[in-house]
């Protein structure tokens, strides 16, 4: 007889996400993702001048703001068909660097890492052969044997004192941890130094965008931050060479340590290369756009179709036909009025909530599709996809990640593995090294750019009679973000956000197909069902983002509860 | 005299689930500070909050709290009852929160003091601004902030230049 677990919520963040599963013979059988919280922007928008949206799209989500804040500039953009300047195109670009960055950096070591990760066992390594080890993975300057001493001083410190802080939600000494004490406490140390660098990224987000969280800059046409190497009160040349000094230090963290933590984890791990594929049709958008019309691109973005990459599409511009018409909505397992499917541009929000049914309405979330499938966004979505459109910073990342993996499992690992829970993970490192390089090349065109004498930064905004739609896209740290938007007469009269959580965490579909987390858990071992780790190792693997694919708040005012085997 | 951070938090697209950061911006409206205290309106973030909250002399943070009680009551928690475990409804954005000072603790940055003002919602649903109720209450919201300023030796320099 299977055995049902419920777990809710399943961030360690904001957003309420709960997923169930039936648990046959210690592996999952089916499973069912459920957004927890209704979210109503779209409801909140209406009426409203387009100018007002990016400032209340920033506050969907906690942890995301400025994602929203740049799909909502773009789809205004693309309905007023209006262009944007170079040097706003490239502060947006190192804006949007910065925080990938930043968001990388925080998933793995803070929200994530404790699935893979033994505090615990980190007090029985060895510093000094923990340090041994480090130097034969890495040149990272911090990789020596006081840090490490340190570091573990201060953990023994944590658990011994029984306030584990931070710490606190970790599976301590659960079947499924496998690391050597060694890999704990170097993995260990650099979560701590990650706290540090993440901040540093942060710093050139709250520089360009003027402040953070919720940036200030971002507006429809360009950014409101004037540039000119002489003012003091602009973005100026000591403030550009303040921002290139943060990038230069965070460099090393991400290419000698992140990159190397993930290969190592994933080399411990390699089992979980076989688990959590699911949906493997894959959707990214290009992104980092290098001219003003939004056609020319850094990053390629496109469609690949059951895992295989020779089916490779492209998406080429803000007005890509193929992205806009693929686009679709549907609320057949959802928690509102109907059952239909229907284009963002034309979809109504009506809740109606009627409680969890297993073969009927489960979820807040809607279920989007691609050419009426479901498909997989984020991090590995994107290098797929950049890997196929022959990108060769993502080839010489895969390279040299996939390298590092096969000489320390000692078998040949090769790209097929990233369709797994822990391919997603080396996905991620991957992006967040080339978004690493694109700090540097995105410093080096604005300050180029400038030097030749071009300060603008904003298109003026014009109001204008009539209906326009538009669409903007994003690919955000957690995958595709698109805003659609109609106009009426400078008010909004529609406006949706197909956010990455809800192409990832969506129920089934309109044919009843499972979403990519619950195809993903289908298979997933499960060594002991009140601790289900293995679980939120899948789940945690996509980076959920639940705030924002639903809303904080349940309206049923529910408590928290962790975990509960039914 | 060290700095403070006076953080306002919530979700302000969730009428009264934003009231802290209404409050903390009326502060700073009706307001003019000394220059140690830094108003931040944190909305829902998590970690992005740490820079505003590592080594600080004082974090202040106002937020709704479910304390069971009738709409607009206040209270004050001390940092210790915000760290321990087993308070997760004690706010709605303790998770965030919670991390921000859990990891602030782990580099040894922790704030030297932390209070947190909460306030009883009484409503939760979407839409802009706070409830009837709330509303009324903010100038004593207000208020009480601005006397736990002043007794935590940032007084008011003096009322702001009026906008209104």
Not at chain 1, 304 to 320: E, M
Not at chain 1, 333 to 358: A, I, L, N, R
């Amino acid at each position: 007889m299977a055995k049902r677990i419920t777990i809710d919520p399943i961030t360690r963040i904001e957003g309420h996400l709960r997923i169930d599963c039936e648990i046959d013979n210690g592996k999952v059988i089916n499973a069912w993702s459920s957004g927890q919280m209704w979210r109503g922007i779209e409801i909140i928008l209406q009426g409203r001048d387009p100018r007002d949206a990016p400032t209340y799209t920033q506050r969907i989500c906690g942890v995301c703001t400025t994602v929203h804040a740049l799909a909502s500039v773009r789809a205004i953009e693309n309905a007023l068909k209006l262009e944007v300047p170079l040097n706003a195109q490239y502060i947006r670009n190192l804006i949007i660097a910065a925080h990938a960055v930043h968001d990388h950096i925080v998933h793995f070591y803070i929200l994530s890492a404790l699935d893979w990760v033994d505090i615990t066992s980190a007090l029985k390594a060895d510093p000094r052969k923990t340090a041994q080890l480090a130097e034969s993975l890495s040149s990272w300057h911090r990789n020596h044997v006081q840090e490490f001493k340190a570091v573990q001083d201060k953990l023994k410190a944590v658990v011994d004192s029984g306030q584990l802080g931070i710490f606190a939600n970790g599976y301590w000494g659960h079947p499924a941890m496998k690391l050597p004490p060694e890999v704990n406490l170097l993995a260990a140390t650099h979560y701590l130094q990650a706290l540090e660098y993440q901040r540093k990224a942060n710093m050139i987000v709250s520089i360009l965008g003027s402040k953070t969280p919720h940036v200030a800059t971002l507006v429809p046409g360009g950014v409101s931050c004037a540039v000119n190497p002489e003012s003091p009160a602009a973005l100026n040349t000591e403030r550009l060479f303040y921002i290139k000094s943060i990038i230069d230090d965070l460099g090393d963290f991400v290419r000698q340590v992140y990159l190397v933590d993930v290969c190592a984890v994933g080399a411990f791990y390699a089992d979980w290369t076989k688990y959590g594929a699911g949906v493997t049709n894959y959707l990214s958008v290009p992104e980092l756009p290098m001219d003003t019309k939004g056609t020319v691109f850094r990053l390629p973005g496109g469609y690949i179709k059951n895992g295989d990459l020779k089916t490779f599409t492209p998406i080429t511009s803000y007005q890509d036909d193929f992205f806009r018409e693929g686009v679709k909505e549907s609320i057949k397992h959802s928690w509102y009025e109907g059952e239909w499917t229907k284009h963002p541009w034309d979809e109504t929000t009506q809740p109606k909530y009627t409680g969890f049914q297993d073969k009927g309405k489960y979820s807040w979330v809607k279920s989007p599709c691609f050419y009426d499938q479901p498909a997989q966004v984020g991090p590995l979505a994107n290098v797929l996809c950049m890997y196929a459109a022959g990108h060769a910073p993502t080839r010489k990342y895969v390279e040299q990640a996939l390298g590092l993996v096969s000489k320390l499992a000692g078998t040949q690992v090769g790209p097929e593995a990233l369709h797994s829970t822990i391919g997603r993970h080396a996905a991620r490192a991957i992006r967040c090294a080339v978004f690493m390089d694109e700090l540097q090349v995105q410093w080096q065109a604005l300050v180029d750019n400038i030097a030749k004498g071009d300060l603008a930064v904003c298109t003026p905004y014009p109001i204008r009679p009539g209906e326009s739609r538009g669409f903007g896209f994003h690919e955000a740290p957690r995958g595709v973000l698109s805003h659609w938007i109609v106009i009426d007469s400078n008010r909004i009269k529609n406006y949706q956000a197909v956010v990455p959580s809800t192409w990832n965490a969506c129920p089934r579909n309109h044919h009843d197909a499972p979403g990519p987390y619950e195809a993903s858990l289908v298979g997933n071992p499960v060594a002991d069902p009140e601790r289900p780790l293995e679980v939120l190792r899948t789940v945690h693997s996509f980076d959920p983002c639940l705030a924002c694919a639903i809303h904080l708040h349940d309206p049923r005012g529910r408590v928290l509860t962790q975990v509960r085997a039914l | 005299m060290g700095r403070l951070t006076l953080l306002g938090l919530g979700n302000i697209l969730l009428t009264d689930e934003g009231v802290g950061v209404w409050a903390v911006r009326e502060v700073q409206r009706r307001w003019r500070l000394p220059p140690e205290v830094e108003v931040v309106d944190g909305g829902t973030a998590g970690l992005d909050l740490l820079p505003y909250v590592e080594e600080r002399d004082w974090l202040l943070v106002v937020d709704a709290v479910e304390f069971q009680r009738e709409p607009g009551f206040m209270g004050w928690l001390a940092g210790e009852e915000l760290l321990a475990g087993g308070t997760a409804q004690a706010s709605l954005h303790h998770l965030g929160l919670r991390e921000v000072l859990a990891a602030a603790q782990l580099l040894d940055r922790s704030p030297q003091g932390v209070l947190l003002l909460g306030i009883q919602p009484h409503l939760l649903t979407t839409g802009v601004g706070l409830s009837p109720c709330l509303e009324a209450r903010l100038p004593e919201v207000v208020q009480e902030i601005v006397a736990r300023l002043g007794a935590l030796g940032y007084p008011p320099l003096g009322p702001a230049e009026s906008e209104d």
